[in-house]
């Protein structure tokens, strides 16, 4: 029987919670910051995993006692109980099931990261920047929502407004785990504001969600980074023109996957605290080279795919935003709403869940569950 199978799938799970119970009460163990991180993650996710058993046993034995009653009992009210039960425990088992087989698929360590999100603005001049800054806003507004924090890293204003860049960083629980479907190439189909015709003209922006990397994710040697220190653009008031709190670094990295050799340059003028600033920009510069250095992970499990939700080619196409027709597609599942204000607005949690869906799907059929 399947939930057979899927009982022994859980047998020695109670075994490894109590293991792990006591290893990360070892100085030891917390003294390896990176080794208790993980520990704590696998504990928590275990003890998810065995309360949903415990109630998946208890209702394989609410089966089991209905159906010896109704084999045994002659009183038609005790019967009339148990035929309810059974049924109520039937109809909860196939749902308790599927809960169960998503928990046992090893979770992407990268979910409960924050994340650096990044949009840029593409192919269309000044009307990508324009549709990059209303991206932006978008996720903003979403993230509100969220009761995440957002910060912005740095930007780089259009000339008809927008963004032609713009980075954030964005802190809450789950975010990268969210909010990295966003990652690709995002199309829009309107008529710009600088157009005297009336044409619909087509645009692009992208979007790069990292997970951002804690300080022992990666190894830095923080002794070669290259600082420089400039004045602040934009608004702020006198203090942006008298004090030198941006922050610009330098640092060659080499990718241990190929053995190239790459400058990397990273410039952060999100406060007027220069010592806030340098910390923001390690903080980018780490995740920077975690994403790459992980980047043969992440191509691995793309080429085990047979469609990319999540973990696809930044640079294809992922979604289209239809202005004159009020219509959103997200290319990746085939999903078509045509609530453009609302979802331009911050509401983007329904496309989210389906793409969760269906990237559940193909775990699910990947690990044969």
Not at 338 to 367: R, S, T, W
Request: aromatic share 6%; proline share 3%; hydrophobic share 35%.
């Amino acid at each position: 029987m399947a939930e057979n199978q899927l009982l022994q799938r859980l047998d020695g799970l109670d075994a490894r919670f109590e293991e792990i119970g006591t290893l990360i009460t070892d100085p030891q163990v917390i003294a390896d910051q990176q080794r208790y991180v993980k520990l704590t993650k696998e504990y928590k996710g275990l003890e998810t995993l065995l309360a949903a058993t415990a109630r998946y046993r208890g209702l394989l034995r609410d089966i089991d006692e209905a159906k010896t009653l109704l084999m045994g009992e002659s009183d038609e009210d005790l019967r009339e109980m148990a035929r309810e039960e059974l049924e109520t425990a039937q109809a909860a088992l196939p749902k308790l099931e599927e809960e169960i087989k998503l928990l046992l698929i090893p979770e992407d360590p990268e979910d409960g990261k924050n994340a650096i999100l990044e949009v840029r603005g593409g192919t269309g001049g000044d009307e990508a920047a324009l549709f990059a800054g209303d991206l932006a806003r978008r996720y903003m507004r979403y993230c509100e929502r969220k009761g995440w924090k957002v910060e912005v890293s740095s930007f780089s204003e259009g000339a008809a407004g927008g963004y032609k860049e713009i980075v954030l960083s964005v802190t809450g629980t789950g975010v990268y785990g969210t909010l990295k479907y966003e990652s690709g190439v995002h199309r829009v189909q309107r008529v710009p504001v600088t157009e005297t015709q009336g044409r619909v003209h087509t645009s692009a922006a992208s979007v790069a969600v990292l997970p951002e990397a804690e300080p022992f994710d990666v190894h830095i040697n923080e002794g070669e980074i290259k600082w420089d220190t400039f004045r602040s653009g934009g608004a702020g008031g006198q203090n942006v023109n008298k004090v030198n709190s941006g922050v610009r670094l330098r640092y060659m990295w080499t990718n241990p996957n190929t053995g190239e050799q790459q400058e990397i340059l990273i410039e952060c003028t999100e406060t007027r605290d220069q010592p806030k600033n340098k910390e923001r920009a390690l903080a980018r510069l780490r995740s920077f080279i975690y994403d790459r250095e992980h980047q043969k992970y992440v191509d691995d499990i793309a080429n085990r795919r047979k469609t990319l939700v999540s973990t696809g080619d930044r640079s294809a196409k992922i979604r289209t935003y239809n202005f004159p027709q009020g219509r959103i597609t997200d290319h990746r599942i085939g999903y078509t709403i045509y609530n453009l204000p609302a979802f331009m607005d911050g509401d983007i949690q329904d496309c989210i869940d389906h793409l969760i869906v269906a990237e559940n799907a193909e775990k699910l059929k990947e690990a044969e569950l």
